[in-house]
């Protein structure tokens, strides 16, 4: 077990080298897109908006989308890193391969790679939600509540990633997912208007879809929107069954 | 020498794939069918055979990759699937393909791979600069790997394998694509190694190499070991001591002493160039 752990440290050490190496890359991959979304938005969209009512409560555009930015942030970076990034990683650099023929094991790389993309997709959601909280959409405490939602979407999100660069042929093919979960999730589950305004059974399908849980439970805990307990188990059920299918599908494909 | 002298064991390995089944037709390949060999410290061990013979296989198997079909794999006595962290804390892997981490430079790229085996920062910087010196690529330590040739590329990947001191080396075609002054420091690198008690596991496709450094050879075909002797023990029994006539172009025949590759193409019928790989 420590033995596992310190493998997987070992692997994340090196995922951070390279972070370090390439700081203002990561800065602009994963900073700026959330921040680009907020500023077209938030003061664009928002200023033609103004406020909206959700659920009985009358909240921002501006704030609404804030909120809405952190779970698109979460999606995009979380999937991103763990889908291209990864097959990269997998299929041209041959990264695991080299590092499972040391006393790391397998295993321990891919959790490794699925404990680096949750990290950054998470730090990356926490900006957005920091800036949210400097322009006063947010509240304070919004900034430690939102940790856990954001590192289990994140982990979700990288698992949604990790799996279609294991079952994808060739890189094209993860254009699939992106363009048939991917992108479906980030305009139909609540990113920039409230999913009520759908239609019932587009409503019920964007439910099942994982990403309705995470604005769901992002615009609770940042504007105090209403609070929807099958949130939780839709999203932890989504994230424990993505990470078990990335690392059987990876480990399946390595592994012969 | 007694038994317990092997660094490496390979015992009764049999290894198959399982293939995407179309309907008809066997569910799996087996690469490997029941193979047993030792590598002694100290000791050069050739493997031989053409491409799909099980060579690549016979390394995935021994590095703990794969896990075998049946039979077993130890390393010092480790068992490379029940034990293969400790196990493998022993072996260091030259791969027939460029695993190069292209996200780091040359240096860097070696201090990292020794990190991965528990060798602290400034040991592992200390190892990557003799290394780097011994095979001649000093003035690329800062160069990113994209910049390298083929066969700096190889020299790199040779040395990395070589970070953690490993007292088992596996190198699989470690020279392809070498030319002849590079392939010689290799060797040299190699013998060294070899006289401080490392053991070597050497698949390649260059017989001059095979008899120039391996104490055994086996000569591998089809998934089976057909035989096993030194060089020379092989070529007194397959091919005899006549010497070997030769029509290397028309009207012109060469005569030699029978070589390990008299041997390799009595025994797999096959030649050597032109084949496909499975």
Redesign the interface.
């Known amino acids: 077990m420590i ?1 596992a752990l ?2 997987v440290r ?1 692997v994340v ?2 995922y951070f ?2 972070f370090t ?1 390439g700081i203002v890359y990561y800065l602009v991959t994963t900073f700026l897109e959330p921040i680009l979304y907020l500023l077209s938005f938030g003061l664009g969209v928002g200023s033609l908006v103004g406020n909206l009512h959700v659920a009985g409560h009358e909240v921002s555009y501006r704030a609404f989308i804030f909120s809405g930015v952190i779970a698109q942030t979460v999606l995009f970076q979380g999937f991103m890193e763990a889908s291209y990034g990864a097959f990269v990683r997998m299929y041209y ?3 695991y ?10 295993s321990e790389v891919l959790w490794g790679e699925l404990i680096w993309d949750t990290a950054k997709a998470t730090s990356a959601s926490l900006v957005v939600a920091l800036i949210g909280v400097v322009t006063g959409d947010f509240p304070p405490l919004a900034l430690l509540t939102l940790i856990p939602l954001c590192f289990a979407s994140s982990l979700l999100f990288a698992g949604m990633g990790l799996a279609a660069a294991a079952l994808a042929r060739s890189i094209e093919q993860l254009s699939y997912p992106q363009y048939l979960l991917v992108f479906p999730m980030f305009l139909f589950c609540g990113v920039f208007y409230p999913i009520d305004a759908l239609p019932a059974p587009l409503r019920a399908v964007a439910w099942v879809l994982p990403l309705t849980s995470v604005t769901s439970l992002a615009r609770w805990l940042t504007l105090g929107l209403p609070f929807e307990p099958m949130a939780i188990p839709i999203l932890l059920a989504w994230m424990v069954a993505l990470v078990l299918l990335a690392r059987r599908a990876m480990l399946r494909r390595l ?2 | 020498m007694p038994d317990d002298a092997a660094l490496l064991r390979v015992t009764h390995l049999t290894k198959r794939y399982r293939l995407r089944t179309v309907s008809a037709g066997p569910d799996h390949l087996e690469a490997v069918s029941d193979i047993s060999f030792e590598v002694r410290a100290g000791e050069c061990f050739g493997l031989l055979g053409p491409n799909g013979a099980g060579k690549s296989t016979t390394i995935h198997c021994i590095s703990g990759f794969y896990p075998p079909t049946s039979g077993a794999v130890t390393i010092g006595g480790f068992d490379v699937s029940r034990e293969p962290r400790r196990a493998r804390q022993l072996l260091g892997i030259c791969s027939q393909e460029d695993t190069l981490d292209t996200d780091f430079a040359v240096r860097d790229q070696l201090v990292r791979y020794g990190r991965f085996f528990r060798i602290g920062k400034p040991d592992s910087r200390r190892r990557a600069d003799a290394l780097l010196t011994r095979f001649g690529l000093d003035e690329k330590a800062e160069a990113p790997i994209e910049s390298l040739s083929g066969g700096m590329r190889r020299r790199l990947q040779v040395a990395r394998s070589l970070i953690s001191d490993p007292r088992l080396l596996v190198l699989d075609e470690p020279t392809t694509g070498l030319d002849p002054e590079v392939r010689r420091v290799v060797w040299q690198v190699l013998a060294e190694r070899r006289a401080a008690g490392t053991g070597m596991l050497l698949s390649t496709h260059y017989m001059e190499e095979a008899e120039r450094l391996c104490d055994r050879v086996a000569i591998l075909h089809g998934g089976r070991i057909l035989d096993i002797a030194p060089p020379g023990e092989l070529v007194a029994r397959h091919v005899g001591n006549q010497e070997v006539a030769e029509e290397v172009r028309p009207g012109v025949v060469w005569r030699r002493p029978p070589n390990l590759e008299d041997v390799y193409l009595k025994l797999t019928g096959t030649p050597l160039e032109g084949r496909d790989r499975d």
């Open positions: 033995d310190w493998g070992c050490g090196r080298d390279v190496r650099q041959k990264v391969q080299a590092i499972a023929l040391t006393p790391v094991t397998m592994i012969k």
